[in-house]
């Protein structure tokens, strides 16, 4: 199946270090949201996007709808030990589906 | 409101049975989607609802698999005759129409041995 382009595929670093992660396609997408999936659990909501350029924060973590439509980033500052985990993006066409394209994910594991 | 629901949580099967799983989603929520996901793997779309009406099928899609809404409430989705492929985590999400903000449930585990 389709699926976004998303980066780093994962990444270990110390607690209290910022985290940035993003995703990208040649598509272009009408909303992003950005998913926390800990092992065996469904994935949970972190952001929703709606606007190109749009840039939202939920306390430690912001993220940005790319200017072209076509890209997106999840900053997460001062990461702690609860932060491990895989981060997906996903994106709805701008095309008339409601359907949902989920990134490849990124693993993020902190250390203590 | 109680989130979106998936029952059961685990299912064990032999390959050629069938087996059925449930998806309650959020009470307002006039979408339904489900998706499969794979080991190391995002979620890939299977097929959605708006009320009871099915919108859309992904090719993933098999023969073997479909999908209900009977009353655009709860949905089920069918797997006929299982092979080892089918062994995934099957989840569930529900949204509401002019707010495209997908909700998870804590999904299904397939196993087919």
């Known amino acids: 199946g389709q699926q976004l382009n998303q980066s780093p595929q994962s990444m270990f670093i110390q607690e209290g270090e910022d985290v940035s992660m993003n995703c990208t396609s040649s598509s272009i997408f009408n909303t992003w949201l950005w998913y926390k999936q800990d092992p065996g659990e469904g994935p949970v909501l972190l952001i929703a996007l709606y606007k190109a350029g749009e840039l939202t924060s939920n306390g430690r973590l912001t993220a940005q709808f790319g200017i072209t439509r076509k890209d997106s980033f999840l900053n997460i500052s001062a990461s702690i030990p609860s932060d491990v985990g895989i981060y997906f993006c996903?994106?709805?066409?701008?095309?008339?589906?409601?359907?949902?394209?989920f990134g490849t994910g990124t693993r993020l594991k902190v250390l203590a | 409101d109680t989130g979106v629901s998936q029952n059961p949580r685990h299912k064990i099967t032999k390959r050629g049975q069938n087996v059925t799983f449930r998806c309650d989603p959020i009470?307002?929520?006039?979408?339904l989607y489900w998706y499969r996901q794979t080991l190391g793997q995002g979620p890939e779309f299977l097929t959605y609802f708006q009320n009871e009406a099915q919108l859309e099928k992904s090719r993933l899609l098999s023969d073997r698999f479909s999908a209900e809404r009977p009353k655009g409430s709860f949905s089920t989705l069918e797997i006929q005759r299982t092979e080892q492929g089918d062994s995934a985590m099957y989840l569930c999400?529900?949204?509401?129409?002019?707010?495209?903000?997908?909700?998870f449930g804590p999904g299904t585990r397939l196993l087919v041995l």
């Open positions: 009470s307002e929520h006039n979408r």
């Open positions: 996903a994106g709805q066409l701008f095309s008339g589906t409601y359907k949902y394209i």
């Open positions: 999400a529900s949204s509401n129409t002019g707010k495209e903000t997908q909700y």
